[in-house]
């Protein structure tokens, strides 16, 4: 089988040397769009990869901590038959586990140091089979969570801001007020430290705290749990499971899913993503019409060798086709190199970016701005 000379004469004007000052100049713009479009590539891929990477870590360590689906009563009441909704959500196929909860707001404080909280009350019994951080502990300090013995789990960064550790007291004030002599104060409640977590998640490490359900309804004045808590076999259809649980429960309850929890982030998130893909097309795009430009020089500097061809029969598609395969070649040399540029840096990039910021004594991640305290990666071939 025969090559066709356009294959072969364009595949020779891109090795091109430099035997003249003007070859010389060529060859170089012609590396030049070569190793432009390469950057851009891997720009693309980096950059996308990172982005990816970011959301699906925050998503994953937010719900470690959160779940799928929450199923609540208006107004942050008690749930009127807990029992009753419990079974009627675990009749759904595509539940995997379900846990009654409490959740409320209040003050923690040590001494002069004092933090705002999320509390939740959980069932110590259920709450691994609704996240993860739940099955984590659940050797620990979740048995250490007894009706009535007050003790309270905290995130570990919101232990450190109030130094305390496994074993020291703590004050819980709660909002709502006992009415005295005095006036209306607000209810306080002295608590043990029977644990920490680390969930990798800044916003709840450094703000929930957690205790048991029986011991929160007490603090709160509550007559039972305020929400169920649901996990799914597949996050990804907690909207349309939400959907059906709305259908199918009893009584007027508030079903909310994961994704409508933090709406506004994912959605900014994927606006992000969206136009750093432009603005990285652009790139590419600039370097392509670099290699325009380039072809444009080359069909210039080759007139002699156009003008042989010409003469010994040669049409002027052919001719067009030669520098089509020389364009076509660097834009793919150029491509197929950003490629394994960018996803040699995106797989490797946990042990890349900690050297670098070893190298500069710098720190291009603080937690308590962006959430995690690593730079993530996920290709998605």
């Known amino acids: 089988m025969q090559i066709p000379y356009e294959l072969i004469l364009g595949w020779r004007y891109t090795r091109a040397g430099r035997s003249t000052r003007r070859?010389?100049?060529?060859?170089?713009?012609?590396?030049?769009?070569?190793?432009?479009?390469?950057?851009?590539?891997?720009?693309?891929?980096?950059?996308?990869?990172?982005?990816?990477?970011?959301?699906?870590?925050?998503?994953?360590?937010?719900?470690?901590?959160?779940?799928?689906?929450?199923?609540?009563?208006?107004?942050?009441?008690?749930?009127?038959?807990?029992?009753?909704?419990?079974?009627?959500?675990?009749?759904?196929?595509?539940?995997?586990?379900?846990?009654?909860?409490?959740?409320?707001?209040?003050?923690?404080?040590?001494?002069?140091?004092?933090?705002?909280?999320?509390?939740?009350?959980?069932?110590?019994?259920?709450?691994?089979?609704?996240?993860?951080?739940?099955?984590?502990?659940?050797?620990?300090?979740?048995?250490?969570?007894?009706?009535?013995?007050?003790?309270?789990?905290?995130?570990?960064?919101?232990?450190?801001?109030?130094?305390?550790?496994?074993g020291?007291?703590?004050t819980l004030i709660a909002p709502s007020g006992q009415v005295t002599p005095a006036g209306v104060v607000p209810r306080l409640k002295q608590m043990t430290v029977v644990g920490t977590f680390d969930s990798g998640h800044f916003e709840y490490d450094s703000a929930l705290v957690m205790l048991h359900q029986d011991d929160a309804a007490k603090i709160f004045r509550l007559e039972g749990p305020t929400g169920i808590r649901i996990k799914l076999k597949d996050l990804h259809q907690a909207r349309e499971v939400a959907a059906e649980l709305s259908r199918s429960l009893s009584g007027d309850l508030l079903i909310r899913d994961w994704t409508r929890q933090n709406k506004t982030w994912f959605a900014a998130v994927q606006l992000e993503k969206r136009m750093m893909f432009i603005i990285l097309t652009l790139i590419v795009a600039v370097a392509a019409f670099n290699l325009v430009s380039t072809l444009v020089m080359t069909v210039t500097d080759k007139r002699a060798d156009i003008a042989i061809l010409r003469t010994l029969g040669a049409s002027p598609k052919s001719i067009m086709g030669i520098f089509m395969v020389q364009g076509a070649m660097v834009g793919i040399i150029g491509t197929l190199s950003g490629l394994l540029l960018g996803l040699g840096v995106a797989l490797n990039i946990d042990v890349l970016v900690p050297a670098l910021e070893r190298l500069l004594n710098a720190n291009f991640l603080p937690k308590d701005i962006y959430l995690i305290s690593r730079m993530p990666s996920d290709p998605q071939y």
């Open 23 to 166: 070859n010389g100049f060529i060859s170089f713009i012609s590396g030049v769009s070569m190793l432009g479009i390469a950057l851009g590539v891997a720009a693309l891929i980096i950059v996308l990869s990172v982005m990816n990477g970011f959301q699906k870590e925050v998503r994953d360590r937010m719900l470690g901590v959160i779940s799928h689906i929450e199923v609540f009563a208006p107004n942050g009441a008690a749930l009127p038959d807990v029992a009753k909704t419990l079974a009627e959500i675990k009749q759904n196929p595509n539940v995997l586990g379900a846990a009654s909860f409490i959740a409320a707001q209040a003050l923690l404080a040590r001494g002069e140091d004092m933090k705002g909280t999320i509390v939740r009350g959980i069932d110590p019994a259920l709450e691994g089979q609704v996240t993860d951080l739940a099955v984590d502990l659940k050797d620990t300090a979740l048995p250490k969570l007894v009706p009535g013995g007050f003790g309270v789990v905290l995130g570990g960064e919101l232990a450190r801001a109030l130094g305390v550790r496994e």
């Open 168 to 170: 020291d007291l703590v």
